[in-house]
């Protein structure tokens, strides 16, 4: 079974540009939920799906960040316009059933903004 | 406001050499306690799920423990590729599910 899958593995931008991260969640994996660790900090929740709806969003750091996902399946995190303090490293997870159940991390997105 | 400490923030082992790593947790109403483990460049790897005090799980040369206010997770007769950093997240009763992370215990186990 495949696991989560992140795309792209690394990216530099410069800061006022847009950056799109896309996640493919494990098959059948209702729940996908974005996390991002910056500036060697622990790990913090941005925002939670259920399927195609945003469940919790209560992490999201400001309007700059539109998170969707297209069907209830992939899911794409946009950062326009980018700013320095957007670096750092971005994990999507995802779960089956409900919400509490183990949470299976990709590889992450590591951000960087000059 | 919810809290999750872990210690220490470092280990250095030889192989061989137990110890244990302590994550410590103020939370409203627990729902579950994981570990998950970190390899540089990678994404956290699942390793346990506690739920309730006095539950423990092993894997291998790990074991996890949690009481109502701490978890800690023992490494038995260490080896190189348990170097790791290790990572503790508690879910609570109130959330839908997100994750809470501490800051993590980078292990190095040398031979």
């Known amino acids: 079974e495949a696991g989560v899958t992140q795309f792209p593995s690394h990216s530099v931008i410069e800061k006022g540009q847009t950056v799109t991260l896309r996640c493919d969640p494990i098959?059948?994996?209702?729940?996908l939920y974005w996390y991002r660790r910056v500036m060697g900090k622990e790990i913090k929740f941005l925002l939670h799906?259920?399927?195609?709806?945003?469940?919790?969003e209560s992490g999201m750091p400001n309007n700059r960040f539109l998170a969707e996902r297209t069907g209830g399946t992939y899911s794409t995190l946009k950062v326009q316009p980018a700013e320095l303090e957007d670096s750092g490293v971005y994990f999507c997870?995802?779960?089956?059933?409900?919400?509490?159940?183990?949470?299976?991390f990709g590889p992450g997105t590591r951000l960087t903004v000059l | 406001e919810d809290q999750v400490t872990q210690s220490p923030e470092a280990l250095r082992l030889q192989e061989g050499e137990s110890s244990s790593l302590n994550c410590s947790y103020t939370?409203?109403?627990?729902?579950?306690l994981f570990w998950y483990r970190q390899d540089p460049g990678k994404g956290p790897e699942f390793l346990f799920t506690l739920y309730s005090a006095g539950e423990e799980k092993e894997k291998e040369r790990l074991k996890a423990t949690l009481t109502k206010k701490e978890s800690f997770l023992h490494i038995t007769a260490p080896k190189p590729e348990d170097s790791a950093t290790y990572l503790c997240a508690v879910q609570v009763d109130y959330s839908w599910g997100k994750l809470q992370f501490g800051a993590g215990t980078q292990v190095v186990v040398t031979p």
């Open positions: 997870a995802s779960s089956q059933g409900q919400g509490f159940n183990t949470q299976y």
């Open positions: 939370v409203s109403g627990l729902r579950g």
């Open positions: 799906f259920v399927k195609e709806s945003k469940q919790d």
């Open positions: 098959s059948g994996h209702d729940n």
